[in-house]
């Protein structure tokens, strides 16, 4: 039996497309041959690099408004220097909401002045701040939208007329927004989109060629986007999983649609949250992720029995980060609304016997 599968990353993928992508690994398009076994500048993925990019851009919006998709390597962690690599000339600013700001603010650090606009440190991150001074001359603003460690998201962002920089990694096209408040956004497609080895970038053309260094080849936004994201072999196969997973998505309406569905998950899950005297919340109310739940158990020696129930229920990957504790239910766009009531029946199983 599928297990319900809560995993932070990599995660759950939606069923049909494990099908197609495994038919797919055994004869690709009819070719006779496999998708992982054919050149990556052949017609048939070269379609697949295409669409898998303006599915991208249409699913976001940006479709005809000055944006590129490129599905590059490395994983969001290689964002965390090539944004300033590309982008910061003297001084870029910086909102620290957790453990993968603050990589991305010690990388940025190599190139240039860091400001630290804002932090929630004081409280384990455990929330996201707010009503911040944006101090002038800096080369661009960069946030984190959702911290898959601490369980808290952007609700709303701050309107700067420098260029906004996202790591989306953990909520990318899974809830509305208008993404084109910001110029540069990057992802690791194996939190919300896809297997891991590749990750989306979607850049505002006009924001690059502005810094004076000189830039490696493959550190460069330019040169992908010159060579249509094949500038080197791409990670095909992880590529063809995210075009299947962004067709799914499409099919389901898109981000409205799923974004409909990912709020019932996250109201069934906070409510236990809130109803259940044997759990308490880790992220502040107003700030917490509709894809990441961080909570505790409010009594430390119903650890055990907890543990055993969820994992007899077939629940999988809840325990929480070791930084935080406790647990951590990743509800990504694949997670099924019925694998959240599972674990839900587990928690309130857990109060009748207790
Ligand atoms: C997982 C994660 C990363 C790191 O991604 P890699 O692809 O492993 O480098 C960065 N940012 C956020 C928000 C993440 O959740």
Redesign the pocket.
Known sequence: MKKHNFS??PCVLPQEVMQKASEAVLDFNGLGLSLIEISHRSKDFVAVMERARSLALQLLGLEGKGYQALFLQ?????E?LMVAYNLMENKSGYINTGT?SD??IKEAKLFGEVVEVASSKDKNFNYIPKGYHIPEGLDYLHM??????FGTQVMEFPQVDIPLIC????DIFSRQLDFSQFDLIYA????NMGP?GT?LVVVKEDILGKVSRKIPSMLDYKVHIGKDSMFNTPSVFAVYVSMLTLEWLQELGGIAGIEEINDKKAQLLYSEVELNPLFTGFAQKEDRSHMNATFNLTDESLKDTFDAMWKEAGINGINGHRSVGGYRASMYNALSLESVGALVDVMSELERKA
């Open positions: 932070a990353g490395g994983g969001a962690s290689t965390f993968w990589k991305a984190t939208s959702n911290n898959t460690i790591d989306m990694s953990s690791g497609a194996q939190k891991a990750t």
